[in-house]
């Protein structure tokens, strides 16, 4: 097996929490059944990057739907246990975050936390904090940072989900940060009016790629524009 596992991300997930999602260089996700130990899926995901160091995370509320994160991709995968069949929707990607990938995650109350992360191999090493909202399907990026920059990070939540430990590589040594997840729960700061504009225009662009040829006009979203002179 020629494979390249660095950087793989994997999940449990399944109606009975008996399948292993897994996702791997250069953009191959796996179902391996951990009832009958063998794999059951395997195929390339419809994206145009390698993802390796991603994020990949299940849905809590739901049983075989997974999101995945790798710089400008964002996707949300279901999968159908009867047809052994997987369906992929576009998600948005704030644009702070789409150049970084190898960054720590953390699923919780309903969003996923995002820390550190990098550009390229070593070169700009970020300690910005971000937050995706799943239910809002709205990014946010906090003022608050991480106190040193990380890369090659992973995160765990303690037991009552009241801390993020984060150990990752700063200045080519491990690191540990620990962090409270109170201080990233409540809305610091929104994106800029520009950024939030050209959110609104990506969704409609994904909304229109995943129409049939009937387009439905009632579908469509109407936005306002405002101009300003100074």
Avoid at 38 to 52: D, G, L
Wanted: with cysteine; aromatic share 14%; proline share 2%.
């Amino acid at each position: 097996m020629n494979d390249d596992f660095h950087g793989i991300r994997a999940v449990i997930a399944g109606s009975d929490n008996h399948l292993l999602f897994f996702s791997y260089y250069p953009s191959t996700i796996c179902v391996f059944n951990l009832k009958t130990c063998e794999i059951v899926k395997s195929e390339t995901m419809p994206v145009n990057i390698v993802t390796r160091s991603h994020c990949f995370v299940s849905k809590n509320n739901s049983a075989n739907e997974i999101l995945l994160f790798c710089r400008d991709v964002g996707l949300s995968i279901k999968y159908n246990e009867k047809s052994n069949t997987f369906e992929y929707h576009r998600l948005q990607v704030a644009t702070a975050i789409r150049p970084l990938f190898m960054y720590a995650y953390v699923y919780v109350n309903d969003s996923i936390l995002f820390f550190g992360g990098e550009s390229g191999y070593k070169m700009n090493i970020s300690n910005k904090v971000f937050k995706y909202s799943i239910t809002e399907n709205k990014w946010m990026e906090y003022e608050r940072t991480l106190p040193a920059p990380l890369t090659d990070c992973i995160a765990v939540l303690n037991q009552d989900n009241t801390f993020v430990h984060i150990l990752g590589t700063l200045n080519e040594t491990s690191a540990l940060i620990n962090v409270k997840v109170c201080e990233f729960m409540d809305k610091e700061r929104q994106w800029k009016f520009e950024d939030e504009g050209i959110i609104d225009i990506e969704n409609i662009n994904i909304e229109l790629s995943e129409m049939s040829q009937n387009v439905d006009i009632r579908k469509l979203k109407v936005f306002d524009f405002f101009f300003f002179f100074f």
